[in-house]
Structures are given as C-alpha cells and as structure tokens.
C-alpha cells in the first residue's frame, strides 16, 4: 500500500456520461498530481494541484476538471465521455517541498462503452 | 524530438542476466533523475532517486547519470522473473518547477 488512495478501482460506463474520480494522498502530502496511461501508452499529465491550488496544467482536455479539498483530497471530473477515453487514470502525491519522486496510487481503469 | 527518449521494447533477457536500461534526454537543465518500476495495470513505484550526475547503488539495482552525454541508465544484477516489468525514466529541473518529465517506459521480460 502506498499509502495513496484511488477510488474506485475500477468504473464502466456509457459514453456521453459523466464520472468522478476520487484520490486522497499519503498524509501530509500537499501536492496531487493526475496523469492518464492509454493502453500500452506513456504516462500523460493532466493536472496538478497543491494545497488546494490549480499549479499546472497538461493535456487535459476541456471535458475534464478537477479539483483539490480543504481536506487535501482530490476529485477528477470527466464528462461527455467518448470512447478514447477509456484508460487507466492515476494519481500521485509529493510532500511539502516536493523532494523525491511521486508516490503514485494503484488508479482508475475506467471503461467508456 | 521528445525531451526524453526510451526505447519501449520489450527486452527479453534469461534470468540471472545483468540488464541495462537507458533513457537519453536533450534537456541540460534536467538535475534530477528517477526510476519507476510498473507492472501490469498497477501504479508506477519509484525505484531510484538521484540527483546530477554520479551512481547510486540500492541493492541489486544501479543507477547512473552522465550529465555530460544526457544520458541516464538504471542497471539490474542478477535479474529475476519478478522483475518483469515496465521501466519508466523520469526527471526533471531544479528549483521550484517540480514537473517530472517522463520516458515512454522499456518494457522488461525476464526469462526463467
């Protein structure tokens, strides 16, 4: 356990629907980072978020938002869903100071049909 | 050209074979360098952390950085069937731009 937390594990649904991913990061971690891998595709970074605040931006795309709480954790928003969007969704956490690498949770596979 | 190459390939060697696996990169301001190690369907796990150039030893894994090339290699001793994996290199610039900069990720098959 990595102390990185995803929910749910995994989610199918139809397209045209909305979903919520949810992750809370390892304790005392303020910063929260969410990258998508297609299949047998690299990491691809989303967003990141730190202490409540948007701080950077990838590809995501304008369909996709997401959000970071008071409490830390962090919700992924994915609507009008298509079919491409199926993959496996990650997210990953640092500590204050971000020294070291990520801390990545065991992620989302969500199926879009 | 991507900031990071890797080879994806996968690499297939017997069990017990010394493996190398390497990442180049065009960036000379990259400082830090990671390793992650993902299985299948899993989150990546992060293996090795280093920072500039030099070698770093844990256990029956190396990593090595030659800033002077940009290039970036992560070795592993006496390879097991359990090592079987996806390895991604990582690594980003110093100060507060704490963005990692991912490689594609070799694909690794340890034959027993």
């Known amino acids: 356990d990595s102390g990185v937390t995803q929910t749910p594990k995994h989610l199918i649904t139809a397209t045209g629907q909305r979903v919520t991913l949810r992750c809370s990061p390892r304790?005392?971690?303020?910063?929260v980072y969410w990258y998508q891998q297609s299949l047998d595709q690299g990491l691809q970074f989303l967003i990141q978020y730190y202490n409540g605040e948007e701080r950077a931006k990838g590809n995501i795309l304008e369909r996709f938002s997401a959000q970071q709480f008071p409490d830390l954790h962090s919700e992924l928003n994915l609507s009008s869903l298509e079919l491409g969007d199926s993959a496996l969704y990650f997210c990953?956490?640092?500590?204050?100071?971000?020294?070291?690498?990520?801390?990545f949770g065991s992620g989302t596979r969500l199926t879009v049909v | 050209q991507k900031e990071v190459e890797q080879d994806p390939g996968p690499l297939s060697v017997p069990e017990g074979a010394i493996v190398s696996l390497n990442c180049t990169y065009s960036n000379s301001a990259f400082q830090y360098f990671m390793w992650y190690r993902q299985y299948s369907r899993k989150g990546p796990e992060l293996l090795m952390y280093?920072?500039s150039s030099g070698n770093k030893e844990d256990g029956r894994f190396t990593a090595q950085v030659d800033k002077s090339s940009k290039y970036i290699s992560l070795f592993i001793r006496d390879s097991q069937p359990s090592d079987s994996a996806t390895y991604l290199c990582?690594?980003?610039?110093?100060?507060?731009?704490?963005?990692?900069?991912w490689g594609a990720g070799t694909k690794l098959i340890i034959k027993p």
């Open positions: 280093t920072y």
């Open positions: 990582a690594m980003r610039v110093g100060g507060s731009n704490y963005q990692l900069i």
């Open positions: 990953a956490s640092t500590p204050q100071g971000e020294r070291g690498g990520y801390t």
């Open positions: 304790s005392g971690d303020l910063s």
